[in-house]
């Protein structure tokens, strides 16, 4: 098992490395070129930027029972698919019980967005959240 975090969107880095550390699991981030990561404490994976290309990298290096941190439905699709295992950074453990209601919940953003409807985003990330992101990881990591 590792944990393998999409980079880009990621706000509780040193809060996973922690963790990491605790249960000796291999933690890898995965960002592109536009993002400095100078991290000694796990790996980081740099990608070419462009659309989609770090999940490209890390859909290829997945495998199953691997912990995949994202905010992307998408990619959370494709890792699912792979075996893995999602936690979103909210602290929403993504599944095959509610991976297609994200999915239509991402088309309907999309369309309205193509509609020229302006949508807020999330709030601000809030210390109640970090803490039920970081009781889930825990949880999935005792769960092996």
Do not use: W
Request: proline letters at 2%; glycine letters at 6%.
């Amino acid at each position: 098992m590792r944990i393998l975090v999409d980079g880009d969107a990621c706000p509780d880095k040193a809060y996973i490395k922690e963790l990491a550390f605790l249960y000796q699991i291999e933690v890898i981030v995965f960002t592109d070129y536009a993002h400095s990561i100078d991290e000694k404490e796990y790996q980081v994976r740099l990608c070419e930027i462009g659309k989609d290309s770090v999940d490209m990298v890390l859909i290829r290096e997945v495998q199953p029972k691997d912990i995949v941190i994202t905010q992307d439905y998408g990619l959370a699709s494709l890792v699912l698919s792979k075996g893995a295992r999602v936690l979103h950074v909210s602290g929403m453990i993504i599944d095959q019980s509610n991976i297609d209601g994200l999915m239509l919940q991402r088309f309907i953003g999309y369309k309205q967005r193509r509609k020229d409807k302006h949508l807020k985003g999330p709030k601000k990330r809030t210390e109640n959240q970090r803490d039920k992101f970081l009781g889930q990881l825990k949880k999935l990591i005792e769960e092996k």
